[in-house]
């Protein structure tokens, strides 16, 4: 009896495209009427097992290995096209979508002036307003004269870095790749296709951020 191996799917997936090098089969793009839903990974394992052996054009390599062949096939058959090539492009760099790790909108002057000592960000026009100054400059002090006074103030433009958008759209595209991988992990686990990997409930965090915030306070 074969001892399977325990991975857990992103290991599997990081196998299947790093080690064995599997390509990722995505569907062909139908009009929505024609689409079905879920992943239908069914048809698309069992095309592939229908050919059986192929001729390999390659000059050196020899063909992925079976389970890999179908963790890429499980993988390519995510409803969601844009998340199934970046689980295949994560798996074959062996590293998750950067969540930008620590990262705070800092606010930098748009512009500089000067050089050296007199390095000093760039100020421009800012708001004008007008203030009322009530004098006595007559002898006879129940007299007044009102004066208009002009203020401006100066200001300085500023740009943010990262931007928070930026930071907003790193963390949903984590938070987005790690849901089409707890998907991909469920249909792994159904399936019993697999003859040396059996695919375990371990997963990376779903809000990695939120500990490093934790490690953070307790460095500080």
């Given at each position: 009896?074969?001892?399977?191996?325990?991975?857990?799917?992103?290991?599997a997936?990081?196998?299947?495209?790093?080690?064995?090098?599997?390509?990722?089969?995505?569907?062909?793009?139908?009009?929505?009427?024609?689409?079905?839903?879920?992943?239908?990974v069914?048809?698309v394992?069992?095309?592939?097992?229908?050919l059986g052996?192929?001729v390999?054009?390659?000059?050196?390599?020899s063909?992925p290995?079976?389970?890999?062949d179908?963790?890429?096939?499980?993988?390519?058959?995510?409803?969601?096209r844009?998340?199934?090539?970046?689980l295949?492009?994560?798996g074959?760099?062996?590293?998750?979508?950067d969540w930008?790790?620590?990262e705070?909108?800092k606010?930098?002057p748009?512009?500089w002036?000067?050089?050296?000592?007199?390095?000093?960000?760039?100020?421009?026009?800012g708001?004008v307003?007008?203030?009322?100054v009530i004098?006595r400059?007559?002898?006879?002090?129940r007299?007044?004269k009102?004066?208009?006074?002009?203020?401006?103030?100066d200001m300085?433009?500023?740009?943010?870095i990262?931007?928070p958008?930026?930071?907003?759209?790193a963390?949903?595209e984590y938070?987005?790749?790690?849901?089409?991988?707890?998907m991909?992990?469920?249909?792994?686990q159904?399936?019993?296709?697999?003859?040396?990997?059996t695919?375990?409930d371990?997963?990376?965090?779903k809000?990695?951020?939120?500990?490093?915030?934790?490690k953070?306070q307790?460095?500080?």
């Amino acid at each position: 009896m074969i001892q399977k191996r325990q991975l857990t799917a992103q290991q599997a997936i990081e196998w299947a495209f790093q080690k064995e090098k599997a390509q990722l089969e995505l569907p062909t793009t139908d009009p929505s009427h024609m689409q079905g839903q879920g992943f239908g990974v069914e048809n698309v394992v069992l095309e592939v097992i229908k050919l059986g052996t192929r001729v390999d054009t390659s000059k050196g390599r020899s063909y992925p290995h079976h389970d890999a062949d179908i963790i890429a096939a499980i993988v390519g058959g995510h409803p969601v096209r844009r998340l199934a090539i970046s689980l295949e492009e994560c798996g074959r760099l062996g590293v998750p979508p950067d969540w930008m790790p620590g990262e705070e909108p800092k606010m930098y002057p748009k512009e500089w002036k000067g050089q050296g000592a007199s390095h000093k960000a760039k100020t421009a026009e800012g708001d004008v307003w007008r203030t009322r100054v009530i004098t006595r400059p007559y002898r006879d002090k129940r007299r007044t004269k009102t004066v208009w006074k002009v203020h401006q103030s100066d200001m300085c433009p500023v740009i943010t870095i990262p931007h928070p958008d930026t930071i907003k759209s790193a963390r949903l595209e984590y938070l987005n790749w790690w849901k089409a991988l707890d998907m991909v992990r469920t249909h792994l686990q159904a399936t019993d296709m697999l003859s040396t990997i059996t695919v375990t409930d371990g997963m990376p965090p779903k809000k990695p951020c939120v500990l490093f915030d934790q490690k953070r306070q307790k460095a500080s």
